[in-house]
């Protein structure tokens, strides 16, 4: 939460980046409801991310945490993974970046709005790392 | 590249049309807007950081400027899903002044130039941008002694404070 409050303090409000409310709705889901759909699905993990990179990026001082996709656990366990890393980026939030990137596939053939949504974060996050970094 | 992508994902969506989001609710019709006014933005900034054409273009849209008030949408959920109308209007604004001396100042390099094209080029913006100045609403004009507003809203504060920073940066672009 608290990377997602320095994303909006930062940057939230200079553009329409996503519906706030139902970012917040959806954020709650994929930590506190076992089995949500978010937690399985691609594209609002990787806008997360993006959030969560930019975010870092105005604060360095926290380690990561890491969103893992691999597969689907059983309800009884989370169905997503969280591990805090030591921070140890040169860029802050370079590894949330990553993550994402590694999650972002296009289907040109069936386009969302959220696709638009996604981009649009990933192009911003380099800029705010030019900014506060140099 | 990305920036590239969502302006081509907003043209096969066809998100620049205002009548392509007609049968979607009052707050999905009004995401959309935004999001595409948004990606114009960002594809200019990116364009121009880079030095690249623009992938999206004024021209193309007959969208309306954000909304404080969709219609069909409670007020509560405006101010839930969405940030000052005003504030991303003036935002928008901004962009247009700007991308509109950069393709006249392009002109400037030609052969052909003549000095007082300077002045017709850099006048109009100047006045452009003054004019902006005055038709901001009063929540969004910079106060006497250059203050910020007396906001609660960290994000709102900033975003003020970000606006009329890049004002003041578009300004100091067209006089260099």
Redesign the interface.
């Known amino acids: 939460m608290c990377l997602v409050d320095q994303f ?3 940057v ?11 970012f917040r709705e959806r954020l709650e889901a994929t930590y506190k409801v076992s089995g949500a759909p978010e937690s399985r699905d691609r594209v609002w993990l990787c806008k997360l991310l993006v959030v969560f990179a930019i975010g870092k990026a105005f604060n360095g001082e926290i380690g990561d945490i890491e969103i893992s996709t691999e597969g689907y656990s059983p309800p009884e366990q989370q169905d997503v993974g969280v591990t805090v890393a030591a921070p140890t980026e040169s860029q802050p939030g370079k590894q949330f970046f990553e993550q994402a990137l590694q999650l972002l596939k ?1 289907p ?1 053939e069936e ?3 959220e ?3 996604v ?2 974060l ?3 996050y380099p ?1 705010v790392v030019k900014r506060t970094c140099h | 590249m ?2 590239g ?2 302006a081509r ?2 043209n ?2 066809t ?1 620049h049309r205002a009548s392509t989001s007609k049968s979607c609710t009052p ?1 999905e019709r009004e ?2 807007k ?2 595409w ?3 114009f ?2 594809d200019r ?2 364009s121009t ?1 880079l030095g690249v054409l623009p992938s999206l273009y004024l021209a193309q849209t007959d969208l309306d400027y ?1 909304s404080p008030s969709p219609q069909g949408m409670p007020r509560h959920e405006a101010v ?5 109308a005003d ?2 209007t003036a ?1 928008v604004d901004l962009t247009a002044i700007q991308d509109a001396n950069a393709s006249q100042a392009a002109q400037l390099g030609r052969e052909d130039a003549a000095p007082g094209d300077v002045d017709a080029v850099v006048r109009p913006t100047l006045i452009r941008l003054l004019e902006w100045q005055a038709k901001l609403p009063a929540h969004l004009a910079l106060g006497v002694g250059v203050q910020l507003p007396n906001s609660t809203s ?3 504060v ?2 003020f404070a ?1 606006l009329h920073i890049r004002y003041n940066q578009v300004g100091h672009g067209v006089c260099i």
């Open positions: 909006l303090t930062y939230g409000h200079d553009w329409h980046w996503f519906c706030l409310r139902t296009v040109y386009v969302q709005v696709h638009i949504e981009l649009n990933v192009v911003r800029q | 990305h920036a992508a969502a994902i907003s096969i969506l998100l707050v995401h959309r935004r999001l006014w948004s990606t933005c960002l900034m990116t950081q954000p839930a899903e969405f940030s000052d504030l991303m935002r960290l994000p709102f900033r975003s970000n």
